[in-house]
């Protein structure tokens, strides 16, 4: 699995979660994942400020939404915390870092991430890549000083591209063609 961001993570976040606690998706298997740009602890400013940075609307728009989108974050916050002990509530309930660093899942990772990414700290990569090897989960990593956040392909294709098929080979028993 390839993931982007912590959008893409938090898909994997409950994949995984599925293929380790659901009969019914038990026979899958989950050989690798690779995570462009991401994890990263869960904030309501954080995400308000990735909304304003991507957003194309006028000041007054982009700023108006932007309130909007931290108060309705603000009232999620507030109802997962309640909600711990609602049975059905256990999506709003999550805690999304915490699975990641207990995460069943102990197929090999590999992270790709930059220290001038602006939206996911590097930091905190680095602490989710401490706590799998910790678990003895086989880990690669690839850390750049100058990319945008999921941008590394497009500022190092090659040390990317060379990361990734190297996870792959190695880690996945999967001959890579000479010439892609």
Known sequence: M?????????????????????????????????????PSKLKIFRGVRVYTSVCNYSFCVKYFAAACLFLWLVFVVVVSKCARCIPFARFLADDFWTFLCEDPASCPHLYLYSVEDAVIPYIEVEELIAARRSQGVQVLTQRWDDSAHVAHLLAHRETYVMACLDFVHRYLHVDIPSKL
């Open 2 to 38: 390839h993931t982007f961001s912590n959008g893409g993570c938090r898909v994997y976040r409950y994949l995984t979660d599925l293929m380790h606690n659901s009969k019914q998706f038990a026979s899958f298997t989950l050989r690798g994942v690779i995570f462009d740009s991401a």
